[in-house]
């Protein structure tokens, strides 16, 4: 007999991969919300690291320009406006 | 055990914003670079990125994730919502070189090659036909459609591999989805 926590569970897996690989259709949106409340606590950004690492994987590290540094540099708000909330 | 770069970046560590600018910076701007059409794009998403990293900085929970890779996931959502918002400016034109920076900002890199690396080897752990449709999908921003006409497999099974890829990688990550590090899947 299979086991419905893990039936949720898997479902909510694939929905995760459907959406961090290619996002999601609204009833889809729909499905995946309606199942997150069966699951408290559920870890939704496991797929976004696992797609993070595909990019990791695939991305070439080229160094920031200078400029570009300063620009972000100077808009950055100073950190101790920046604390977590 | 010292706090990570990103937790004193959330402790108000006056340095860590710099540091986290020399040793990340490269990473974001090459994602920002692959995924936006236009140079004053990419330059827009970096700092819209870093924003983003300065405000979640403090979430950042070294059990999970390596700080490379919630960067990354940081980065990857920022421009997948600007690439959402300006689809219809999507233009493929490589950009033009830019400066080599310094050797310092290189050892840095280096640091996050090692981490690419490791990254590679977690995908080397799929099946080939896994790694090529989360390759496309994920590094190339292919949808499912294209990447069926790409690889002549049924739409179905473009979904089943991307899945099966995904899924697989999370274990290997070693990170259960309610809320701990296992060591593999339930």
Known sequence: MSDPWKSTERRLLELLADRAAFGLERHEEQEFRELLQMVPGFDTECMERAAATVQLACTSVEPMPAAVRARVRRSAPQPANQRRS | ?186
């Not at chain 2, 890779?69 to 920022?78: E, G, K, N, P, S």
């Not at chain 2, 310094?102 to 050892?107: C, K, L, Q």
């Open chain 2, 1 to 186: 055990m010292p706090p990570t770069l990103l937790q004193r970046v959330a402790d108000a560590d006056a340095a860590a914003v710099d540091e986290c600018l020399g040793k990340y910076g490269g990473l974001v701007w090459s994602l920002a670079r692959r995924m936006c059409p236009r140079h004053e794009d990419a330059e827009d998403a970096v700092q819209e990125i870093f924003v983003e990293i300065w405000r979640n900085a403090g979430k950042f929970d070294p059990e999970v994730a390596s700080e490379a890779t919630y960067i990354t996931m940081i980065a990857r959502r920022r421009l997948i919502d600007r690439y959402r918002r300006h689809r219809r400016d999507l233009d493929t034109t490589p950009l033009e070189e830019e400066a080599v920076g310094s050797d310092a900002e290189h050892e840095k890199w280096t640091e996050i090659s090692e981490e690419a690396a490791r990254a590679r080897e977690h995908m080397q752990q799929l099946r080939p036909e896994e790694r090529q449709v989360l390759e496309l999908s994920i590094n190339h921003g292919m949808s499912q459609s294209q990447i069926a006409e790409t690889t002549n497999l049924p739409l179905g099974t473009v979904k089943t591999h991307t899945r099966r890829g995904l899924i697989r990688l999370r274990e290997l990550l070693g990170v259960d989805s309610v809320g701990g590090v296992t060591g593999g899947g339930r």
